[in-house]
């Protein structure tokens, strides 16, 4: 069984910066995975905020364009997103998601929080 697990979410002034890890276990396909970065806030849905794919290419929502970055190391089983420049509207629960053909798998959330 697949399982993602994030971390690195905190407490941050704007203009701050965070990196977010996800680090997946239970597959030796890793690679050959499409992962993202979803958010959610209270009353909201959840949205897109990044992806990266097998190949390497990148899919930001334009929010976060120019701010954040998505990378994935397949040697550590693992997937980041850099968010600089933060903004009180970035604050949410981040998860992480892993897509291979028709499974998806969802990490349990790291709380980012923005605010002074």
């Known amino acids: 069984q697949v399982q993602l697990v994030e971390s690195g979410g905190g407490l941050v002034q704007p203009g701050g910066s965070l990196r977010l890890s996800c680090a997946a276990s239970?597959?030796?396909?890793?690679?050959?995975?499409?992962m993202g970065w979803y958010r959610q806030s209270p009353g909201k849905q959840r949205e897109l905020v990044a992806t990266?794919?097998?190949?390497?290419?990148?899919i930001y929502a334009d929010s976060v364009q120019g701010r954040f970055t998505i990378s994935r190391d397949n040697a550590k089983n693992t997937v980041y997103l850099q968010m600089n420049s933060l903004k009180p509207d970035d604050t949410a629960l981040y998860y992480c998601?892993?897509?291979?053909?028709?499974?998806?798998?969802w990490g349990q959330g790291t709380q980012v929080t923005v605010s002074s």
């Open positions: 998601n892993g897509r291979r053909a028709t499974l998806a798998y």
């Open positions: 239970g597959t030796i396909f890793f690679s050959v995975f499409s």
């Open positions: 990266i794919g097998s190949g390497g290419n990148t």
